[in-house]
T-cell receptor, first 115, second 114 residues
Framework: GENVEQHPSTLSVQEGDSAVIKCTYS??????FPWYKQELGKRPQLIID?????GEKKDQRIAVTLNKTAKHFSLHITETQPEDSAVYFC??????????????FGAGTTVTVRA | NAGVTQTPKFQVLKTGQSMTLQCAQD?????MSWYRQDPGMGLRLIHY???????DQGEVPNGYNVSRSTTEDFPLRLLSAAPSQTSVYFC?????????????FGQGTRLTVV
């Protein structure tokens, strides 16, 4: 199955600065890369995703970039705000050539935005 | 539209007890799954189902059973609870089509086994 590694495990940034989280994956056939945000005590929720036919996708202050050659994708948060403090998970299909839609998740990054 | 609903929200079990975590979705999603979340380990897949009557094992299936008699419901059964099963459990569902789509998560069940 897919092996997804996520770095760093914790990230502390000053409000207004940028945050970058990077994930690597092992299966070159992977074609879908979502990012989930989990606030304390809440459920994970999708914030952005990217498919393998594009290299970058933006949604207001968040963006995801994909490098298929190097097999890594990154989440970028600009102008960070206190409400961006959360745990962020990346994921990739566990068996992209199958039709069973399993996702493998990274271990998570705890982002703290300092006021 | 309630989305994915899990019950209970909290549960304390004694070692050896059994229980069922309930999960229901009203979005007509074919794909449903159960994850457990432990500190520093992300979300690990326990069992999943691609449709009614079909289930399969994930990464950490030991000690858990599932069934999928309807599209809406996907209960997770702990056969004989152990302290190692203390965790937060999430049920998720997604549309099953030509491509992988967004997974919608339930609110989670925090389980403590003493």
């Amino acid at each position: 199955g897919e092996n997804v590694e996520q770095h760093p495990s914790t990230l502390s940034v000053q409000e207004g600065d940028s945050a970058v989280i990077k994930c690597t994956y092992s299966d070159s056939a992977s074609n879908y890369f979502p990012w989930y945000k989990q606030e304390l005590g809440k459920r994970p929720q999708l914030i952005i995703d990217i498919r393998s036919n594009v290299g970058e996708k933006k949604d207001q202050r968040i963006a995801v970039t994909l490098n298929k050659t190097a097999k890594h994708f990154s989440l970028h948060i600009t102008e960070t705000q206190p409400e961006d403090s959360a745990v962020y998970f990346c994921a990739a299909p566990d068996d992209p050539l199958s039709n069973d839609y399993k996702l493998s998740f990274g271990a998570g990054t705890t982002v703290t935005v300092r006021a | 539209n309630a989305g994915v609903t899990q019950t209970p929200k909290f549960q304390v079990l004694k070692t050896g007890q059994s229980m069922t975590l309930q999960c229901a979705q009203d979005m007509n999603h074919e794909y449903m799954s159960w994850y457990r979340q432990d500190p520093g380990m992300g979300l690990r897949l326990i069992h999943y189902s691609v449709g009614a009557g079909i289930t399969d094992q994930g990464e950490v299936p030991n000690g858990y059973n599932v069934s999928r008699s309807t599209t809406e419901d996907f209960p997770l059964r702990l056969l004989s609870a152990a302290p190692s099963q203390t965790s937060v459990y999430f049920c998720a569902s997604s549309l099953r089509g030509r491509e992988v789509t967004e997974a919608f998560f339930g609110q989670g069940t925090r389980l403590t086994v003493v």
